[in-house]
């Protein structure tokens, strides 16, 4: 009787075991399942929505839009080249004056110039020029610091006027897309005589497709737009304080 016993407890937790072992093995496949179905619905998603975009593009109407669109990647290219530009112009200008100060101490002048020559960015330029006439004194080299800083500021801002003409541009052409699209719409219901929604209705989609896909275009580029100016400020800003620190290190080395 005890061996029976003993049998059925045995038999029991085997059971059991079994139970929990199969347990999870379920929940992990319904998991992936699940998983699974989400990732079809967000590509259904994605692919749905680039489809509407397609289709609300080809209902605007190919001149306006495709004009709007160029606008864009006209403008995102000089933006972005713009952004490479300045992130590779911007120069730690604490470390540059401590260096040519440095430079300055151990190795004279043209110690200063090779170490600003060989440090990248508009900082060091403007350095290497007002280090390269201060042997006609320290108000030639200040003249050629303030004269190569306006020329550095030019480059910095190089082509940014056409990304703010496409920023007015785009939305313009939108609003005329709009004005073309109600002429047509009232043409059509002067010809039909009568006043039918379905005349009507084509050419204000038409006019509101091509107000919003330029407002569209306007604001992206009108962010990208204050990120390059503030980037521009920045190091304005930086070109200028060094200017006064180099002017204040040369007068220092002269007395």
């Known amino acids: 009787m005890k061996k029976l016993f003993i049998a059925l407890i045995f038999l029991g937790f085997i059971t059991s075991a079994k139970a929990t072992t199969i347990m999870p093995t379920l929940s992990t496949a319904a998991v992936a399942t699940s998983i699974q179905e989400m990732d079809e619905e967000a590509q259904v998603e994605s692919a749905s929505f680039t489809q509407e975009l397609k289709k609300r593009f080809i209902e605007g109407g190919p001149g306006f839009m495709g ?25 730690n200008t604490k470390k540059l004056t401590e260096g040519v100060e440095e430079a300055l101490s151990s190795g004279g002048v043209d110690a200063a110039k090779e170490f600003c020559r060989n440090t990248k960015g508009p900082v060091a330029s403007i350095f290497y020029q007002g280090l390269d006439r201060v042997d006609e004194g320290v108000e030639s080299a200040e003249k050629a ?7 550095q500021m030019g480059q910095l801002e190089k082509n940014v006027s056409w990304i703010s003409l496409f920023i007015a541009l785009a939305p313009m052409l939108g ?9 047509q719409a009232f043409d059509k219901i002067e010809a039909a005589g009568d006043m039918q929604p379905s005349l009507v209705a084509g050419g204000i989609k038409v006019a509101l497709l091509t107000t919003v896909f330029g407002l569209i275009v306007a604001i992206i580029l009108q962010v990208f737009y204050n990120y390059i100016v503030a980037k521009i400020d920045s190091i304005v800003n930086d070109m200028e304080d060094a200017s006064i620190t180099l002017v204040d290190i040369l007068v220092a080395q002269k007395k």
């Open 145 to 151: 610091v303030v004269a190569y800083g306006g020329v």
């Open 67 to 91: 004009i709007v669109l160029i606008c864009l990647i006209l403008g995102l290219a000089i933006a972005i080249e713009r952004i490479i530009f300045l992130n590779l112009a911007t120069t």
């Open 175 to 183: 609003f005329m897309g709009t004005v073309i699209g109600m002429i």
